[in-house]
């Protein structure tokens, strides 16, 4: 009920709006859309003169809640900061995230709510594969842009069947050429094993591997499920075929039960681990409480250290980075309750390209400019490799660094690479460099 | 006579549905389209458990047959919509059948601990079979409404009227079989098996055509939801859901169709009611989402102690004429002796 009577103060304030424009227009005879002045109209379902209504799905609580709860609050966070600052053109972004608990069946829910009852201008970094395949076609037959999902998966770029959807972070098969690329070349002759989650994550990544690692260095190559927790069985094989260095292509509480297995079994290879998978706090935080249920003390951070991973947004351990700066900031002010991980980092960044794309869709957008700004591709910002975006691409960032995990941070130990997701495509050292962070922390229109 | 009844009842509640679902919000369309897919699904176990008198702690799987047998259906052979229902509740019912050859043997708490290991067990076949089932993933599912309707006509209208038309199809058939000789059996299997058995019935093969009705009932409640949710995922059936179908039964009250009909209410529209609430009072995100899940206990609670009989039980003693309590109270859970004040008991 007291939706309902939101929803029709909503409409009548929004037939207000468009009333006073068209007044305003018939005075001055002329309204720019992408202006720089003109009023601020509800040009749009969720936008109104004063606000901007986006929504999301995220795993709130639940087995994915561990983490991943932190990314939406962070990205609030930034929201906030933005609309303290002046707003997108005046207007401020309210961000309305519901809880689907990880289950397709409640992303569907939750999505239809927020698209049928409140009317979100878009849906705005979705968390998950199998979630956010539950809507993905709802969203693009009822035209709702649907960007930055929270997922690496290869599926969000596919601009003929789904032009509204936009992925956003380094895809996974683009992650695993890089790690494949890394192995490669730093572990010629070595034996190789896998570790990865058998669904569309993991068999992305496996894909890309297998593009730079040649066939013959691979001795095991091992899935997990990540229903069952206990990975012995693949941890076994693994030391049984004598690998040297694992890959791993595992979520943060999978790579945990991997280290402290092969701790059980004596067994010691190089670790090379997906960024998804190798959050040094997050990562830490779990090996000491597996640890504790197991009746046994570790230090996580000694356990972490020498882990090869990669990243596509700036070093959390670089203080003297201006992004990083930015984000030490955001989370003082508004975030005091968390730490500045990974997942805090994801949400501010997503956040930040959020709003460059808002700014660049216009003064006045309806959802196609939202979509046609994204499109005419968005420039470089948080991340360390330019985004992919074009009308024929929706993927995001196209690449990151090598880095290893030393005293809890990630420290990079090559330059910024970046690739394409084709078996041939070559592996280039990116020749721009990142810019640093606007002064203001908020991207220019 | 009883068949003219329910077909009269049901015709009504069509016109009442019909007009709600242009009358109210496109939302509230999908809503009405969730909660008829829980109906089907939450009646089957009603009359398994009010009837019949067995537990299940695991229709959740019987769910994810007929989803997945459904979306199977649906993207590998294009069945029409009406068949892909018609072939889930098959698959399901030969499920349910296989299933209840064994629950036929077990009784009280080791038939729910063999349906709890269904529910637990049965969604990870899908992970095992990656390139069948789709993983993780799931199998996308989607069904459009037919082209004379416009190409202007909402959705979630058209998803309402296929899910609401299909359960009271299903509330229809579950209603005369309640009141068929098979339902009068089940009673007396319920109330004393012994006796039963002395009366010349046949209880195993009556306690597992309980389950094979129940079961194909879940199934066609899994098919529906498969198609208003979109998809068909491993996540969608986990033991919450089976647990949620249970709650809603004993909530609405155990044997009544009309209870199932609140307990899917309360099931779909509380949580959602809830989350708004709490975000609405300015909760944060974290807060607003653990807030849900802590009054829908109370409200749980709460409606077992004033109603001890559930919603439908309640219902009928404030307004009911001065007869005994219709539905089942929750004792009837454990297998009692007497037979004497269930011999009217209605399956409305």
């Known amino acids: 009920m007291r939706s309902s009577r939101r929803t029709r103060r909503a409409h009548l304030a929004a037939v207000a709006a468009i009333a006073a424009v068209a007044m305003t227009a018939a005075a001055c005879g002329s309204s720019g859309k992408s202006g720089s002045s003109g009023a601020l109209i509800a040009s749009a379902p969720g936008i109104t003169a004063k606000q901007i209504l986006i929504g999301s799905h995220q795993p709130l609580t639940g087995v994915a809640a561990p983490g991943y709860d932190e990314i939406a609050p962070a990205s609030n966070a930034y929201f906030q900061y933005v609309n303290a600052h002046g707003g997108i053109y005046g207007r401020k972004i309210v961000y309305r995230y519901l809880n689907d608990q990880y289950d397709p069946t409640i992303t569907s829910t939750d999505v239809h709510q927020l698209v049928l009852q409140d009317n979100v201008y878009a849906i705005f970094n979705g968390l998950g594969t199998p979630t956010h395949l539950a809507v993905v076609k709802y969203l693009n037959s009822s035209k709702v842009p649907d960007v930055f999902v929270a997922s690496g998966c290869e599926c969000w770029n596919s601009p003929g069947s789904y032009p509204e959807t936009f992925g956003w972070q380094l895809d996974y098969v683009r992650e695993g050429k890089l790690l494949g690329n890394y192995v490669e070349q730093h572990f010629k002759g070595d034996k190789i094993g896998y570790f990865y989650q058998d669904d569309e994550f993991g068999q992305d990544g496996v894909k890309g591997l297998n593009y730079e690692i040649p066939k013959s260095q691979v001795v095991a190559s091992e899935s997990y499920n990540p229903a069952v927790t206990n990975v012995a069985p693949q941890v076994t094989a693994l030391k049984a075929a004598g690998a040297q260095v694992v890959v791993a292509f595992s979520v943060p509480a999978f790579t945990a039960l991997l280290r402290l297995n092969s701790l059980k079994l004596n067994f010691s290879p190089q670790l090379v681990v997906s960024d998804v998978g190798s959050d040094p706090i997050t990562l830490a935080g779990l090996l000491e409480s597996f640890a504790k249920q197991g009746g046994a003390t570790v230090s996580g951070n000694a356990l972490t250290q020498g882990i090869i991973t990669d990243g596509y947004l700036p070093s959390l351990g670089d203080a003297s980075n201006s992004w990083i700066k930015l984000f030490t900031k955001l989370r003082s002010q508004y975030l005091s309750k968390l730490p500045l991980d990974g997942n805090v980092a994801y949400g501010l960044a997503a956040a930040y390209t959020f709003v460059q794309a808002m700014f660049k869709a216009g003064r006045n957008p309806t959802r196609q400019d939202l979509i046609n700004a994204i499109n005419g591709g968005l420039p470089q910002g948080v991340s360390v490799a330019p985004y992919a975006y074009s009308p024929t691409n929706h993927n995001g960032i196209t690449g990151g660094y090598m880095a290893v995990i030393k005293n809890g941070a990630l420290s990079p130990v090559g330059p910024v690479q970046v690739t394409d997701i084709s078996p041939t495509g070559s592996i280039t050292t990116f020749a721009g460099s990142q810019p640093s962070a606007p002064a203001s922390g908020i991207p220019s229109p | ?348």
């Open chain 2, 1 to 348: 006579m009883t068949l003219a009844r329910h077909l009269a009842a049901a015709l009504a509640a069509a016109a009442v549905i019909a007009a709600l679902s242009v009358q109210l919000g496109s939302y509230r369309d999908y809503q009405m389209a969730e909660v008829a897919a829980y109906v089907v699904a939450v009646a089957g176990l009603t009359v398994l458990i009010g009837l019949s008198g067995q537990i299940s702690i695991g229709h959740g799987a019987f769910m994810a047959v007929g989803g997945y047998g459904g979306a199977l259906l649906l993207i590998h052979l294009n069945w029409p919509p009406e068949l892909v229902f018609g072939g889930s509740v098959v698959i399901a019912a030969l499920g349910g059948a296989v299933f209840g050859v064994a629950a036929a043997r077990l009784r009280g708490p080791y038939l729910a601990g063999a349906t709890l290991m269904l529910a637990v067990a049965l969604p990870t076949v899908a992970g095992q079979y990656t390139g069948v089932f789709g993983g993780d993933q799931g199998l996308s599912v989607s069904i459009s409404a037919p082209a004379f309707l416009g190409a202007t006509f909402p959705p979630a209208r058209w998803l309402a009227w296929v899910t609401c038309g299909t359960a009271l199809i299903a509330l229809v058939l579950l209603a005369n079989l309640g009141r068929s000789r098979v339902g009068r059996n089940w009673r007396a299997v319920r109330d004393d098996e012994v006796a039963a058995a002395l009366s010349g019935l046949n209880v195993a093969r009556l306690q597992i055509l309980a389950f094979v009705v129940s079961a194909a009932c879940a199934g066609l409640g899994g098919a529906l939801l498969a198609v208003v949710s979109g998809i068909v995922a491993p996540g969608a059936y986990t033991l919450t859901l089976s647990i949620g179908l249970l709650t809603a039964a004993v909530l609405g009250g155990l044997g009544s169709l009309l209870g199932a009909v609140w307990g899917s209410l309360v099931l779909v529209l509380v949580p959602s009611y809830l989350t708004n609430l709490a975000a609405s009072h300015g909760l944060s995100g974290a807060a607003s989402s653990s807030v849900p899940v802590a009054a829908y206990g109370v409200v749980l609670i709460t409606v077992m102690l004033a109603f001890p009989a559930g919603i439908q039980g309640g219902l009928r003693r404030l307004f009911g004429p001065a007869a005994p309590a219709t539905a089942l109270p929750i004792k009837a859970l454990r297998r009692r002796r007497s037979a004497s004040a269930h011999q009217e008991e209605g399956t409305t």
